[in-house]
């Protein structure tokens, strides 16, 4: 999926297209650099357009010279951060992982039933 990434409160210093396209490029695929980002017209905020693979965790910060810059993404359909996948509720995620396959060596056999007892009578 193809979705616009802001950095909200980036320091200026960073809005180089080397910069910018090595942080797209750590996300996903980087697509296209905000021209005013670039230019280092706005201030507020850099601005990048990148290709997300979606079956991988969204990352909400990533660390710039060892300070936590935060990551919002435009636009995008539910997304449910304890998990960081998109497309279902915090209450079809379950925390606890799903349980191996199981294997030839953990795969219960058939019990056979016990035999019928007779009684005798006396």
């Known amino acids: 999926m193809i979705v ?5 409160a980036m320091p200026i210093q960073y809005y180089h297209s080397q910069i ?12 296209k650099i905000d021209y005013h980002s670039e230019s280092m017209q706005r201030a507020r ?3 990048i357009v990148v290709e997300l693979d979606l079956s991988q965790p969204l990352r909400t910060q990533f660390k710039l010279d060892g300070v936590d810059q935060d990551i919002l993404y435009e636009n995008l359909p539910l997304v449910f951060f304890s998990c960081g996948r998109i497309g279902h509720k915090a209450v079809d995620f ?4 799903p349980p191996p396959p ?14 019928p ?3 005798s009578s006396s």
């Open 94 to 97: 379950s925390s606890a992982p």
């Open 102 to 115: 199981p294997t030839a060596s953990t795969t219960p056999k058939p019990s056979t039933p016990p035999a």
């Open 45 to 47: 905020f850099a601005r």
């Open 20 to 31: 910018l396209t090595s942080i797209g490029n750590a996300l996903g695929r980087l697509i």
């Open 117 to 119: 007892s007779r009684s």
């Open 4 to 8: 616009w990434i802001l950095f909200p």
